[in-house]
Nanobody, 120 residues
Framework: QVQLVESGGGLVQSGGSLRLSCAAS????????MAWYRQAPGKERELVAR???????YYADSVKGRFTISRDNVKGTVYLQMNVLKPEDTAAYYC??????????????WGQGTQVTVSS
């Protein structure tokens, strides 16, 4: 089992920055990839960014050039640096990780989420 705990969310003005962190504990040696999803009220959950065990990165088109995902394999931590934030980035952000990537459902383990609110 793996436990994921997110931190770093909050309220920020449009154009501002936030850095989300997700710390994994438990069987972190089983973790291969790590990802961030978000879900806004009334919308489906969407994949924001993903990083593989060898550092290969993927970004949703809506965040390319503004968000950067990174990871510390020793600590079992993944980060999401979010710059030039827009009101449409407002959502609950979820950390996701595990040994196997499934394109539809993501990895096996989920954090509890952290709220990001961007004011205009």
């Amino acid at each position: 089992q793996v436990q994921l705990v997110e931190s770093g969310g909050g309220l920020v003005q449009s154009g501002g920055s936030l850095r989300l962190s997700c710390a994994a504990s438990g069987s972190i040696t089983t973790i291969l990839g790590m990802a961030w999803y978000r879900q806004a009220p009334g919308k489906e959950r969407e994949l924001v960014a993903r990083i593989s065990n060898v550092g290969r990165e993927y970004y949703a088109d809506s965040v390319k050039g503004r968000f950067t995902i990174s990871r510390d394999n020793v600590k079992g931590t993944v980060y999401l640096q979010m710059n030039v934030l827009k009101p449409e980035d407002t959502a609950a952000y979820y950390c996701n990780s595990g040994p196997i990537w499934r394109p539809i459902s993501g990895y096996e383990y989920w954090g509890q989420g952290t709220q990001v609110t961007v004011s205009s």
